[in-house]
C-alpha cells in the first residue's frame, strides 16, 4: 500500500513531478484485455512509483484511497520487487506464445479513471501559491536559511543570530513587514549588547536595556564616533517608530531595513574583533636617552 507524506510541515514541491506523474497515469486509462505483460510491465512499474512518489512529496487526502486501489491493482499484475517483476517475463523463445494479461487489467482500467478523476478536483483547491520574489534575495534563501545573508565569520563568532535573520526572512517573503523589524532589531540588539560588553567591560545593566542607553553609555565610554552615529541612526528611524502599534512597516521599508540590518551587524562584528585584537597590547613607552629622559 501507498505510505503517505506525514509530519513534515513544510517541503519544497517539485511541480514538474505532476507533469512526469501525468505521463505514466493516463495511459492507464486505456489500457485493453489483450495487452501482454512483456508489453507493459516496465510502464506500469514506471507508474506505481510515480504514485508513490506524489505521496512522498505531498500530503494529499481526497484522492488517497483511489491512489491507493490503483497502485494495488498495478500489484495484482506487476510485482513491487525489481527483481521478481523480471522474473515474471517469458523467456524470449516464448514471446511469440505469450498469452494477454486478460480481464484483470479492468481494475487498472477503471482505478485509473477514478484517480484521474478525484487528484483533478483535490489539486484544483490545493493550498498551492506562488510567493513573489523580494528584490534580489532568492526565495529559497528566505523561507528557511536568511542567516546566510550575513558574513559566515559573522555567524560563526554569534550563531545566536541565525534564529532571528531566518524568521525575519521568512516575514519578508510573505509580506509580515512589522515582523520583520522586530525580528531584525532583536537581531541587532544582540551584536550591540557584545560591543557594549567589550567597549565597557561590563554587561549591560537589567534597568538600562534600551538602546538610548546604550549609546549613551558607549558614548561615555569613547566608543568610535561612526559606530555610536549609526546606531543613534538606527535608533532613531527604525527601531523606536515600530514600538509604536500605530506605526506599520511597508514591504519596501522592510526590503530596506534588510540591508540596513546585515550593515549595522557586520560594522559591530569588525569592530568587536578590531578591539579583541587590540586589547591588552602594551602601551608604547619612550626610549631611555630621548628628550626628557630621568637624571640619575
Excluded at 534600551?210 to 568610535?224: F, P, Q
Amino acid at each position: 500500500m501507498l505510505f503517505p507524506l506525514k509530519g513534515v510541515p513544510m517541503q519544497r514541491v517539485n511541480e514538474y513531478q505532476l507533469y512526469e506523474l501525468a505521463t505514466h497515469i493516463h495511459p492507464l486509462t486505456s489500457v485493453t484485455a489483450d495487452m501482454k505483460y512483456s508489453e507493459v510491465w516496465f510502464q506500469w512499474f514506471q507508474a506505481r512509483e510515480a504514485i508513490q512518489t506524489l505521496f512522498r512529496q505531498r500530503a494529499l487526502e481526497v484522492c488517497y484511497q483511489a491512489a491507493n486501489e490503483l497502485y494495488l491493482a498495478i500489484d495484482n499484475i506487476v510485482p513491487r520487487d525489481w527483481e521478481k517483476a523480471i522474473q515474471k517475463l517469458p523467456a524470449e523463445a516464448d514471446l511469440a506464445n505469450e498469452s494477454p494479461i486478460g480481464w484483470t487489467t479492468s481494475y487498472i482500467k477503471s482505478a485509473a479513471e477514478k484517480f484521474e478523476t478525484i487528484i483533478s478536483a483535490e489539486l484544483s483547491n490545493s493550498d498551492t501559491y506562488w510567493v513573489s520574489p523580494k528584490g534580489t534575495h532568492k526565495t529559497s534563501v528566505l523561507l528557511q536559511y536568511a542567516h546566510l545573508e550575513l558574513p559566515d565569520s559573522v555567524t560563526k563568532e554569534m550563531p545566536e543570530l541565525k534564529g532571528d535573520f531566518d524568521e525575519a526572512g521568512r516575514c519578508l517573503l510573505f509580506d509580515n513587514s512589522t515582523a520583520v523589524a522586530f525580528h531584525l532589531m532583536r537581531a541587532i540588539e544582540i551584536v550591540i549588547r557584545k560591543y557594549y560588553k567589550q567597549v565597557t567591560g561590563a554587561e549591560p545593566k537589567a534597568k538600562f536595556r534600551n538602546w538610548g542607553a546604550y549609546i549613551k553609555k558607549l558614548r561615555e565610554s569613547n566608543a568610535e564616533k561612526r559606530i555610536t552615529d549609526h546606531l543613534d541612526h538606527v535608533r532613531e528611524n527604525y527601531r523606536n517608530p515600530i514600538l509604536h502599534p500605530e506605526v506599520n512597516v511597508t514591504p519596501e521599508e522592510a526590503q530596506v531595513l534588510f540591508g540596513v540590518s546585515v550593515s549595522t551587524i557586520f560594522m559591530l562584528a569588525n569592530e568587536i574583533k578590531r578591539l579583541k585584537a587590540t586589547a591588552g597590547t602594551a602601551l608604547p613607552f619612550p626610549a631611555t636617552g630621548t628628550t626628557g629622559s630621568a637624571t640619575p
